[in-house]
């Protein structure tokens, strides 16, 4: 059974950074791609951005140049680094893993971003 477990969201204030943490319970090498997807309340989710096995990333337009994806084999865990942070990035966000066609979820970490 594949786990995936979020961290580090909280409450930032807008131009504020966090870092979200997925530690994964398996070799992250056995899965196709890991990425980040988010939830505004109402609203659907989203990709926010992936990176492959190959460490090939992408990002959704919204999120260029503020957030960083990367990857720690050693710790089969990935990250995403994000900067200037805007009110409309607060949702849920939720680690995401592929494996052919099964994705594999994460319980979700809030972002809030307010003053």
């Known amino acids: 059974q594949v786990q995936l477990v979020e961290s580090g969201g909280g409450v930032v204030q807008p131009g504020g950074s966090l870092r979200l943490s997925c530690a994964a319970s398996?070799?992250?090498?056995?899965?196709?791609?890991m990425g980040w997807y988010r939830q505004p309340p109402g609203n659907q989710r989203d990709l926010v951005a992936y990176i492959t096995s190959g460490s090939i990333t992408n990002y959704a337009d919204s999120v260029k140049g503020r957030f960083t994806i990367s990857r720690d084999n050693a710790k089969n865990t990935v990250y995403l680094q994000m900067n200037s942070l805007k009110p409309e990035d607060t949702a849920v966000y939720y680690c995401?893993?592929?494996?052919?066609?099964?994705?594999?979820w994460g319980q979700g970490t809030q972002v809030t971003v307010s003053s």
């Open positions: 398996q070799n992250i090498f056995d899965f196709d791609a």
């Open positions: 995401n893993a592929r494996k052919w066609v099964t994705n594999y």
